[in-house]
């Protein structure tokens, strides 16, 4: 499990979780008392750190906050290679390794290079209208195409390398990595997909009389996912800030030609582990 010993540190916090700054500050402080090269410390929204990343003046970034912190993070680190590792100060965590107690121990060991690199399959999404490219996207869990405001169920057609798959009638359909399967899709009664697995997940959202079932297309695959609608649509990538679809709008998605690297101190099997954890209690209850 000896990798490269990381140097140059960037630590990211999220600037609306009360306690981050402090916890970021005591992170700083251990990195540069254990003889770290060079640390850069800034809430994630910060242009320094966009700028830092993009520039590669860090071997790897700590992240403080929740799930989201980390899928903002991994949209940051892809393009970069730049790998990610994170100090779980939100409720569930399921990208995280590291907690509050425990994060001193897993720190000192990637200054050693003790640690290995998980590789994570991104997908591309890309939006058109009838053969006019309006918006592309890279995402971490997943895209989203589902109803708008109206609560009413949308028509939906998938086709996977231009042949028909299915049609629906439902609230929405889920394309989703192995990381997005822990997520919305697992939500929407998908299964859940080790995380270094390298395939789509295509989950409906309350399918009504109509296909109902999951399923698993190969990293080669592309899928077509278009709406009939005569009332809103939308698309949503990694649960961003949704995007007006009308009726004929089609979204294509393939695996993108980058991955997340996740820094992980654990063997494999600590993801179950985890999940068990999470899935005989909810933290948030």
Same mark, same amino acid.
């Given at each position: 499990? +000896?990798?490269?010993? @990381?140097?140059? !540190?960037?630590?990211?916090?999220?600037?609306?979780?009360?306690?981050?700054?402090?916890? *970021? %500050?005591?992170?700083?402080?251990?990195?540069?008392?254990?003889?770290?090269?060079?640390?850069? &410390?800034? *809430? #994630?929204?910060?242009?320094?750190? %966009? %700028?830092?990343?993009?520039?590669?003046?860090?071997?790897?970034?700590?992240?403080?906050? =929740?799930? =989201? *912190?980390?899928?903002?993070?991994?949209?940051?680190?892809?393009?970069? =290679?730049?790998?990610?590792?994170?100090?779980?100060?939100?409720? /569930?965590? /399921?990208?995280?390794? !590291?907690?509050?107690?425990? $994060?001193?121990?897993? @720190? *000192? %060991? !990637? #200054?050693? =290079?003790?640690? &290995? @690199?998980? +590789?994570?399959?991104?997908?591309?999404?890309?939006?058109?209208?009838?053969?006019? !490219?309006?918006?592309? $996207?890279?995402?971490?869990?997943?895209?989203?195409?589902?109803?708008?405001?109206?609560?009413?169920?949308? &028509?939906?057609?998938?086709s996977v390398d231009e042949y028909p798959m299915a049609s629906y009638v439902a609230d929405g359909l889920i394309a989703a990595t192995a990381t997005g399967s822990t997520a919305y899709a697992l939500a929407a009664d998908g299964p859940i997909m080790p995380p270094e697995t390298r395939s789509i997940l295509v989950v409906p959202v309350a399918p009504h009389l109509s296909f109902d079932r999951a399923v698993i297309l190969n990293e080669g695959a592309c899928i077509t996912i278009t709406v009939q609608t005569n009332h809103d649509a939308a698309l949503s990538p990694d649960g961003r800030e949704s995007i007006k679809m009308r009726d004929g709008d089609y979204v294509k998605i393939a695996a993108s030609s980058m991955d997340v690297q996740f820094i992980r101190f654990h063997n494999p099997g600590f993801f179950y582990k985890n999940l068990n954890r999470y899935m005989k209690q909810n933290p948030t209850v």
């Open positions: 499990m +000896k990798n490269k010993k @990381i140097n140059n !540190l960037g630590v990211a916090y999220h600037p609306d979780i009360a306690d981050a700054v402090a916890a *970021s %500050e005591n992170v700083e402080v251990f990195l540069r008392e254990n003889g770290a090269g060079s640390v850069i &410390r800034c *809430s #994630l929204k910060n242009k320094q750190l %966009e %700028e830092a990343i993009a520039a590669k003046k860090i071997d790897a970034l700590i992240v403080l906050g =929740g799930d =989201g *912190s980390m899928l903002h993070a991994s949209h940051l680190c892809a393009p970069a =290679g730049v790998p990610i590792t994170g100090i779980n100060l939100g409720t /569930f965590g /399921f990208l995280f390794e !590291l907690e509050r107690d425990n $994060w001193q121990k897993y @720190i *000192s %060991e !990637l #200054l050693k =290079g003790n640690y &290995r @690199i998980e +590789k994570r399959m991104m997908l591309q999404a890309s939006h058109y209208r009838k053969e006019k !490219l309006l918006g592309s $996207w890279q995402v971490v869990n997943e895209i989203v195409v589902c109803r708008g405001q109206l609560v009413k169920p949308i &028509r939906i057609h998938a």
